[in-house]
């Protein structure tokens, strides 16, 4: 009997994580330069940025969530960029009542291109990630996707 319960113990715990992680319900661009938060709802862009993918999880796509993670960590990032924060609010234990996972989201006028900041032990929102998903590339820059850096570009004020 206690090797059945054991069993459909395991088989639970097992299936709590797969459970929790549901899609991309809403994705908020907060900056000092926008009047008031953007808020993205439309499923067909909210599929495209799935924060269940990449390093961390079981679906390690090179070019997934809003990281090409293909290109490694930056090390030579330009500064004076235009700084946002991205909130991603999941199906899953919060839903739109708490974001999922939050980075930081540099965008360059210049070239149309973006870098993405995961945060690092210690820094604002890295509790809120890791609750999520531990990735073990915390504390570095990455290069935005093609697919995010166009979303930006359409969204974001032109300078």
């Known amino acids: 009997m206690q090797k059945i319960l ?57 070019k997934s969530f809003i990281v090409d993670w293909s290109r490694g960590v930056v090390t030579d990032r330009l500064t004076g960029l235009r700084q946002y924060q991205v909130l991603f609010y999941a199906d899953h234990d919060s839903g739109l009542n708490q974001p999922a996972y939050i980075v930081s989201y540099d965008y360059d006028d ?20 890791v609750a999520s998903i531990y990735r073990r590339i915390e504390g570095n820059w990455f290069y935005a996707s093609d697919e995010w850096d166009a979303v930006a570009k359409r969204l974001l004020p032109s300078r």
């Open 6 to 62: 054991a069993a459909i113990a395991w088989v639970v715990l097992l299936s709590i994580p797969v459970a929790a992680k549901g899609p991309t319900l809403k994705i908020t661009i907060k900056g000092s330069d926008l009047p008031r938060p953007i808020d993205i709802t439309d499923p067909a862009v909210l599929q495209q940025f799935n924060i269940w993918t990449g390093p961390g999880t079981s679906s390690n796509e090179a």
């Open 110 to 129: 210049s070239s149309g291109h973006g870098y993405v900041y995961i945060p690092g032990n210690g820094e604002e929102s890295y509790q809120v990630n």
